[in-house]
């Protein structure tokens, strides 16, 4: 496809073509264990067929399809190696590149946002998009002044096609949840949907990056463009060389994934503390690793659509909760997980009982450097998924906050692309240092 799939009519026929193609691989799966195949080997086939016909329709349509996929893209590597083997590609594929708007409407959106004479800004403008996304594609050009230049242009009709999208979507998010085990896939795509009119206003994003490249300024570790110009439906900032976090984590050396993952996780705890913001859009296509002059390795970080404000950083009463568990302090964390909301007042649970439901999850924050792997993650989204285990049991009686949702998505998502990295990490080191609350006073005084 060449363009934006605009009429309503198309994506939904697509999009509806998901559940009737589920339906009839559960019944072929029926057929597999009539006819003698075990039951778990038919799940991870239906599971497998299921995630390649989805993953090659939202590819196709942009859009919202294509922002859930990519949401979806990073909790791959909870899934069994023997299912997520065969479509990994299709999933990288996702999250660097899409089929590309044509010149004409590219040149026609610039005129209309721009001004006619739109080309006067450019010395050179690149028509052959080098990366296109889910509500947008993104041009690389030299500005007016001689700076290479990243210009994001919206698609026509994006804001219609993610709205029908995730309506669509969530029709049958019931049907998609066995895909990544142990996930709710409902609330995601709520909360994407919840999201959609920030994240197509460019202003709003160009604050947000603006903020960005404000207080990472020099900084060592992580680079974040600044903003040229910003219009409507039209943003142009410096351009970023550097090599995909997608392909760091296909082919990158162990130092390299070591570095992105220990980077990725000093943003994800830093970012907030320093701009009040958290930039809530973290799969692999949104992170570069970019060589300074020195060699030394630092973050690249794009689009900035998607972010969620904490005037006051992260919340302290994560911190609090994170020390209380890894002390052991079963009484404290129930009180403070009862005060926060994650459980309501009509439920009472075993303090002890969810303490050892917390312990696994906590895992690195306990030792110095942690490995996080598939196959860690992958245990994790067994342990909750199971419907068997008193893990999945207290699991459905917990209550995630609105106010915590985002930040509990961003985390996850996280800790998802870190696992894909197979990235050795310091986290407690970044916890001690930018997670509010997670160092008792005394051992900050101490420090």
Request: aromatic share 6%; proline share 6%.
């Amino acid at each position: 496809m060449s363009d934006l799939p605009r009429k309503a009519v198309t994506r939904t026929a697509k999009l509806a073509a998901l559940p009737l193609g589920i339906a009839g691989r559960a019944t072929w799966g029926l057929g597999k264990r009539i006819g003698g195949k075990s039951a778990e080997i038919v799940a991870r086939e239906l599971q497998q067929r299921t995630a390649e016909q989805l993953f090659r329709v939202l590819g196709e349509l942009k859009g919202g399809a294509m922002k859930f996929g990519q949401a979806l893209s990073v909790f791959e590597s909870a899934l069994p190696e023997e299912v997520a083997g065969p479509y990994r590609a299709a999933l990288t594929k996702l999250q660097e590149a899409a089929p590309p708007m044509p010149a004409g409407t590219v040149h026609q959106v610039l005129a209309d946002r721009l001004g006619a004479d739109w080309r006067e800004l450019f010395t050179e403008f690149e028509d052959k998009p080098a990366a296109a996304a889910s509500i947008g594609q993104v041009h690389r050009a030299v500005w007016h002044d001689g700076r290479e230049v990243a210009v994001k242009v919206q698609y026509p009709g994006a804001g219609d096609a993610l709205l029908s999208d995730l309506k669509q979507l969530g029709r049958f998010a019931g049907l998609l949840g066995p895909l990544i085990p142990g996930m709710d896939i409902k609330p995601l795509i709520r909360e994407l949907r919840e999201r959609v009119t920030e994240e197509l206003d460019y202003e709003l994003e160009a604050e947000a990056q603006r903020i960005h490249a404000e207080a990472f300024e020099g900084d060592p570790d992580v680079l974040v463009p600044e903003v040229v110009h910003q219009g409507d439906q039209v943003l142009v900032t410096e351009w970023m060389e550097g090599v995909p976090l997608s392909e760091v984590i296909a082919g990158g050396t162990e130092e390299e994934r070591n570095r992105a993952g220990q980077l990725l996780a000093r943003f994800l705890f830093s970012g907030p503390a320093r701009t009040g913001l958290l930039h809530a859009d973290p799969h692999p296509g949104n992170f570069r690793l970019v060589a300074g002059d020195d060699g030394r390795l630092r973050l690249g970080v794009l689009d900035f659509g998607t972010v969620d404000r904490l005037p006051g950083g992260l919340p302290r009463s994560i911190g609090v909760s994170l020390r209380m568990t890894l002390r052991g302090d079963a009484e404290a964390v129930y009180e403070q997980l009862c005060a926060e909301g994650f459980v309501k007042e009509t439920v009472e649970l075993d303090p002890d009982t969810v303490l050892d439901y917390l312990a696994p999850i906590i895992e690195p924050a306990e030792v110095e450097e942690f490995t996080f792997t598939r196959g860690w993650i992958r245990g994790q989204a067994a342990r909750i998924a199971d419907p068997r285990s008193p893990a999945h049991q207290l699991g459905k009686q917990l209550n995630l906050p609105p106010s915590y949702l985002l930040i509990h998505r961003v985390t996850l998502s996280t800790i998802g692309v870190l696992c894909q990295l197979g990235a050795t990490v310091r986290l407690r080191e970044e916890l001690e240092a930018w997670l509010p609350g997670f160092l008792a006073e005394e051992d900050r005084a101490e420090g």
